[in-house]
């Protein structure tokens, strides 16, 4: 299974429908920071990981 990005906020509009290589442990306040396939790092809700 792999999971893409879907993010909720325009900040993150340029990541939309990318592949996520990895992501981590929940946070505090609920986000994730994952790792994209092109190496790029964000954090996001959990709820804007996508598996396909």
């Known amino acids: 299974m792999k ?3 879907r993010p909720s ?5 340029e990541h939309d429908g990318k592949e996520i ?3 981590g ?3 505090m306040v609920g ?5 994209l396939t092109d ?6 809700r959990r709820t ?4 396909c």
Do not use: M, N, S
């Open 21 to 23: 290589y990895a992501f």
């Open 48 to 51: 804007e990981l996508i598996p």
């Open 31 to 35: 986000r994730v920071e994952v790792t």
């Open 3 to 5: 999971w893409v990005l």
């Open 39 to 44: 190496g790029t790092r964000v954090k996001v």
């Open 9 to 13: 906020h325009a900040q993150l509009a």
């Open 25 to 27: 442990d929940t946070d």
